[in-house]
């Protein structure tokens, strides 16, 4: 069956513009996850679903990201008055349940966002 | 709050032969599950093998095992007969009773031929 996919797959934004990011989990996955991988780094987490709630938004570095699920499905992340240290590989998961995680996370392909 | 560390930022293997990855984590819970995960020049992450921290048996996959010594908070991935298609980054992942995952920051492993 089709995975985990994002879009857009690239995206080159001026500093101060507003961007948004897509996920579309994996059909009849309830939880939904966002990380984000800087250069070198390792994942961060940013939020995460439980069908349309979040119960978790503590890893979102700023009052300028922010982030729906409607439908129990679809996610986008949305980052307001980009600045050049948004720049990241943004990273979308999804599993079969949520709240702890022995349930396997499968990822997205990603989505590189570079702030000029 | 939990960290997962990962102490080697670049391992070298020659093909068909063995290497190990090395990962430390710290928590005070006693429930929770370790992760590897790979992740090629695609991006695309892939889940290479799991462990419970319950079991005692260490977790394996076909050319991937695992040496989790719960006391000593580590959790070591070995790769057998290393191929070509191993080169990545890997990382060791925490996941506890918050859901997501904790992530350390990778081993690139390259493989030569």
């Known amino acids: 069956g089709a995975g985990v996919s994002q879009s857009p797959s690239n995206k080159v934004t001026e500093k101060g513009k507003d961007v948004e990011l897509r996920c579309d989990p994996i059909s009849g996955h309830t939880a939904l996850y966002w990380y984000r991988q800087s250069l070198g780094q390792g994942l961060e987490f940013l939020i995460y679903f439980q069908g349309n709630s979040a119960p978790d938004k503590s890893g979102l570095p700023s009052d300028r990201f922010s982030a729906e699920r409607t439908g129990g499905s679809v996610s986008t992340l949305t980052i307001q008055r980009t600045q050049q240290e948004d720049s990241a590989v943004y990273l979308c998961?999804?599993?079969?349940?949520?709240?702890?995680?022995?349930?396997?996370?499968?990822f997205g392909p990603g989505t590189r966002l570079t702030v000029t | 709050a939990q960290t997962v560390t990962q102490s080697q930022p670049e391992m070298s293997v020659q093909e068909a032969e063995t290497v190990t990855l090395s990962c430390t984590y710290d928590t005070s819970e006693s429930d929770y599950y370790l992760f590897w995960y790979k992740q090629p020049p695609s991006r695309q992450m892939i889940l290479v093998i799991r462990?419970?921290?319950?079991?005692?048996q260490n977790a394996t996959e076909n050319r991937f095992s695992v040496n989790f010594q719960k006391a000593a908070k580590s959790f070591s991935l070995k790769i057998s007969d290393s191929q070509l298609g191993d080169a990545a980054m890997y990382f060791c992942a925490y996941g506890g009773s918050q859901g997501n995952l904790i992530f350390g920051k990778g081993t690139k492993l390259s493989v030569k031929p």
């Open positions: 998961a999804s599993s079969h349940g949520g709240g702890f995680s022995s349930y396997e996370q499968y």
């Open positions: 462990q419970e921290a319950y079991k005692q």
